[in-house]
């Protein structure tokens, strides 16, 4: 049985499934369960729009987790043809009756949500079905802005800031440090599972042997320096961001504060990174750290980020 049905016959009673109440119920236990720092994030949205920031992050984090719930390629492609035709049955105004697709459809009753945007995403999933590893850079960032940076696109969208070029830029830039960033996090996982994150043109110029990394995790002959330079692409573009609001003394404006604001976990991530010198195996890393909370609340108070 899908998740969501599960959902819906245990959490919400089978009498009741399908109704938009249960749909942004879904939604919000999806991110909630499987994304806890936009969890977080999402109490500093406006609070007639949070029921759309939870449709859009539902469907992003659908998205980002079927490579990781299929057993092959094929039915990974299946599952993006679904998304494709039900973004499409979102616009047509005739949503599917996948809880996501009818919390989309109603958030976009209620704001505007360019349908391109979502085809987007679901187009850089399906290209990484096929090509999880990336051999340069280049190619990585490209993925990063058809990802993680078409999603705060959205969220700027959501805000009606989509029109200002300087949120726009400052968003492209922080969706490549949120991408970088979360690779990092992730490398433990996935070195275990035989598959390297670092793009092989910085791994291959540290003379790190991929197979020595899933034997041995950090203890492998030049992964930290990979990872410090992996890393300093992903400060690089977060220094970036903020450099785009120079002109208000660092300070994001007060609507599209809730956006940057993802950018705190990130940034934190990075400083412990950093705290280990660059060890992306150490213990520490895989705990959650009291900090968060209180850097996010005074982040939206402050307005930096």
């Not at 659908?62 to 990974?76: D, F, K, Y």
């Not at 599952?79 to 494709?84: D, I, K, N």
């Not at 790190?208 to 992996?230: I, L, M, S, T, W």
């Amino acid at each position: 049985m899908h998740a969501s049905a599960r959902f819906m016959t245990t959490q919400l009673g089978s009498g009741q499934a399908g109704g938009l109440q249960d749909s942004l119920a879904y939604c919000k236990y999806l991110v909630r369960k499987r994304d806890y720092e936009a969890f977080l994030t999402s109490h500093f949205y406006p609070r007639h729009l949070q029921a759309a920031f939870f449709a859009l992050r539902a469907f992003y984090v659908e998205l980002a987790t079927v490579q990781e719930a299929v057993s092959n390629p094929m039915i990974g492609k299946m599952r993006m043809q679904f998304w494709r035709d039900a973004v499409k049955s979102v616009s047509d105004g005739n949503p599917s009756k996948h809880p996501i697709a009818l919390a989309l459809y109603d958030a976009t009753q209620k704001v505007k949500l360019p349908s391109y945007h979502l085809k987007r995403i679901i187009d850089a999933r399906d290209a990484e079905l096929y090509t999880p590893t990336h051999m340069t850079l280049d190619s990585l960032l490209a993925h990063a802005e058809s990802t993680s940076s078409t999603f705060n696109y959205l969220l700027l969208s959501m805000l009606s800031l989509s029109s200002s070029e300087q949120l726009s830029h400052a968003a492209s830039h922080l969706g490549v440090s949120q991408t970088i960033g979360t690779l990092l996090r992730s490398l433990p996982y996935h070195a275990k599972s035989g598959r390297m994150v670092i793009p092989a043109e910085i791994t291959a110029k540290h003379g790190v042997n991929q197979e020595e990394v899933f034997r041995y995790g950090g203890e492998a002959k030049g992964v930290d320096d990979a990872v410090f330079e992996f890393a300093t692409v992903a400060n690089d573009h977060l220094i970036t961001a903020r450099e785009m609001f120079k002109e208000t003394g660092g300070k994001v404006p007060d609507r599209a504060r809730p956006v940057f604001l993802s950018a705190i976990p990130n940034a934190l991530y990075l400083e412990r990174l950093e705290q280990v010198n660059f060890d992306a195996f150490h213990p520490s890393l895989q705990m959650k750290t009291w900090k968060l909370p209180w850097r996010v609340w005074t982040g939206y108070y402050s307005g930096r980020f």
